[in-house]
């Protein structure tokens, strides 16, 4: 049996599991990021609990917020890890195991998940979007993550959807994060409703017939289904598939961007949306299959 190791870094958690060949998690351990300690002290944890299982496994893989420097194996500048600035995390781990080591970024490990072992494991190219706090994104092709010249691409947070004036913190104005995510819903009706409402309240007003969620819902969907469109008519891939709380806990907002979809994309009969099926553990399967 071939084992390996993948591990996935939060900003406020750290896992590890070792998993086999199949991604099935043998042994598994997680802790919590103490951001006052900073990325040696956190990261050595992770060692001692691999070094603890005393296995015999074939290299790491790490699943991390970027923005990342994938030939390198640096973390460069990511929001949710502060003091993790520069950090060569994949050197880290290849000095204290003595193992190959290789990093991405988070979304595309979930995708390189789903597209080997998950939802779209019977197509040759897949997109996978998670939609969730933020958007996220990834592209695997014939099993392999297509990362671009600069460990940019698929980062379709940025990707502007509309003609927003406001331009949030890292972002465009427009861009699909700010227009279609968990907390871009959360916002918009907010400002519409004039008190504080979180995502699931916002669906679940619209179920309830509220005009106001009604409206910041078919907002995000258009978005987003632009955010398809755009995709692709780039790549044209075999499948979507998507992960993350907000599409994957209401499936009328799926079917709804779907819909859309279907009225921008050049061959509507062509376009096919699959929800992820691996869950949580995503982010461990992928990282696992980056060895």
Avoid at 31 to 46: C, D, I, K, T
Avoid at 242 to 263: I, R, T
Wanted: charged share 20%; hydrophobic share 45%; glycine share 12%.
């Amino acid at each position: 049996m071939t084992v390996r190791i993948g591990i996935d870094i939060g900003g406020t958690q750290l896992r590890v599991a070792a998993l086999d060949e199949k991604g099935n998690i043998l042994k598994r351990e997680a802790f919590p990021n103490v951001h006052s300690a900073g990325p040696e002290e956190n990261l050595g944890r992770l060692v001692e609990a691999i070094e603890g299982w005393g296995l015999d496994y074939e290299g790491i893989g790490i699943g991390c917020p970027g923005p990342l420097d994938f030939e390198k194996g640096q973390i460069l500048t990511p929001p949710n890890l502060p003091g993790w600035e520069g950090f060569p995390v994949a050197d880290f781990f290849r000095r204290r195991c003595d193992h190959p080591c290789h990093l991405n970024n988070d979304a595309n490990v979930a995708g390189l998940a789903e597209a080997l072992v998950g939802a779209g494991r019977n197509f040759s190219s897949v997109v996978y979007i998670t939609v969730s706090t933020g958007v996220g994104a990834a592209y695997v092709v014939d099993g392999k993550i297509v990362g671009g010249a600069h460990s940019l691409a698929t980062e379709v947070f940025n990707m502007i959807v509309c003609d927003a004036p406001v331009a949030r913190p890292g972002m465009n104005p427009g861009a699909l994060e700010d227009q279609s995510s968990g907390t871009a819903i959360a916002r918009m009706a907010t400002e519409r409703m004039g008190r504080e409402v979180t995502a699931p309240a916002v669906f679940a007003l619209a179920d309830a017939g509220n005009a106001d969620a009604i409206a910041v819902i078919d907002h995000a969907a258009e978005c987003l289904a632009r955010g398809v469109n755009n995709i692709n008519a780039v790549v044209d891939p075999d499948v979507f598939v998507f992960g993350g709380s907000v599409a994957l806990k209401n499936p009328a907002f799926l079917d709804m961007v779907y819909q859309k979809a279907k009225g921008y994309v050049l061959d509507p009969d062509a376009l096919l949306f699959c929800e992820a099926t691996c869950g949580d553990d995503a982010g461990l399967v992928g990282a696992s299959l980056l060895v």
